[in-house]
């Protein structure tokens, strides 16, 4: 039966992802000025394949997933064609990231739906304003890496 993600699981997952999680659990990110704003999402189709959707505006494009390259670049320009992400590169490389990402997440991980919401776009940088994700299995979060310790002598295994 699926059951919704906590935050702390899914703040973790977004990292073993290498996606910036919301600034606080509850989300709540301050706007960018200058900035769009989209969402990404994920679902279960009826035939049972998952589909990834990126909406800008009142405008979406969706794929199954997993994507390629070419998915991605094909559909983060079609935004860009319809003059919805500014037409720069650095930006347009932003988003295809970020969509690759979430949509490698998503075929990897036993989520049946997720949504990156309020997501600010801005030229350098982008800001989710909050996560919700639904599993069919429960989702484990990867283990801390330990700190590393200081460099003395302990560190290079000599004992005292």
Not at 48 to 65: D, P
Not at 67 to 83: A, I, N, S
Not at 84 to 105: F, G, N, Q, T, Y
């Amino acid at each position: 039966m699926p059951a919704r993600v906590n935050a702390s699981v899914s703040r973790a997952l977004l990292r073993r992802y290498h996606i910036t999680p919301p600034a606080t659990k509850t989300g709540g990110a301050r706007r960018i000025e200058g900035g769009r704003e989209a969402v990404i999402g994920g679902h279960i189709r009826d035939d049972g394949r998952k589909m990834v959707t990126l909406t800008v505006g009142n405008t979406s494009e969706s794929r199954l997933c997993p994507f390629d390259g070419e998915d991605v670049r094909e559909v983060v320009q079609r935004f860009v064609d319809r003059k919805l992400i500014p037409k720069r590169d650095a930006l347009e490389r932003m988003v295809e990231h970020l969509l690759s990402r979430s949509a490698e997440m998503f075929a990897k991980e036993p989520l049946s739906a997720f949504l990156l919401d309020k997501i600010q776009l801005h030229e350098s940088e982008y800001r989710i304003g909050s996560v919700h994700m639904v599993a069919t299995k429960p989702v484990r979060a990867p283990k801390p890496k330990p700190k590393r310790q200081d460099r003395g002598a302990h560190a290079y295994g000599i004992r005292p």
